[in-house]
């Protein structure tokens, strides 16, 4: 009686699949893997950044032993919150000599800027400051569910 067996875990494999791909709709969270900023939102990040960042965090994020890179394992830091909260983090705290200084959206393009340093997809609505951010996930590693050609079944 093995077959039988490995038939319902199949299905039952297949149920899990259809509920992974439904629940993002319902509970109405996505994740920024979705496309959370535009590139041209990340251009203007880019020049705030040389005016307001480069001199600690440096030309390619790297970061200056004092202050920490912001590409590498900086993101697996901030895995699993929410974008609203490095969203505050950026504006509450940064720069570190003039903290509370940077407008919300200035400090939503700075983070479409860092967003796409760490290879984070583009899409079509800029990143916006604001309650949407509590809905979007940081999450580290790319779903594997999202573009199923690519599985590499890690
Ligand atoms: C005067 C140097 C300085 C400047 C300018 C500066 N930072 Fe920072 N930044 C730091 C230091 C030091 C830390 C670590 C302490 C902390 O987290 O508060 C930090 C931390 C951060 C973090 C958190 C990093 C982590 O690992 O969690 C982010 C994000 C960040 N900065 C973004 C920015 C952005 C965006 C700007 C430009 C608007 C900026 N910083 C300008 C020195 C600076």
Redesign the pocket.
């Known amino acids: 009686m093995r077959k039988p067996l490995m038939i319902a875990s199949l299905v039952i494999a297949n149920l899990a699949v259809a509920a992974a791909w439904t629940t993002p709709a319902l509970s109405q969270t996505s994740s920024v893997w979705d496309g959370a900023y535009t590139d041209t939102q990340a251009e203007r990040g880019a020049i ?2 040389r005016q ?2 480069v ?3 440096g030309p390619m994020l790297e970061g200056n032993g ?3 890179p ?1 590409v590498g394992r ?1 993101i697996p ?2 895995e699993g919150t929410k974008l609203s909260d ?1 969203f505050e ?2 504006q509450l ?5 003039a903290p509370g200084t ?1 407008s919300a959206s200035d400090t939503a393009d ?1 983070f479409a800027f ?1 967003l796409q340093a760490n290879n984070f997809p583009a899409g079509q609505k800029d990143l916006e400051s604001g309650d949407g951010l509590k809905r979007i996930s940081f999450d580290v590693r790319k779903p594997v569910m999202k573009e199923p050609k690519t599985d590499k079944r890690r």
């Open positions: 705030k950044y307001e960042c001199m600690c965090h004092e202050a920490p912001l900086f830091d901030w490095l983090k950026i705290t940064m720069p570190l000599f940077l700075l860092i």
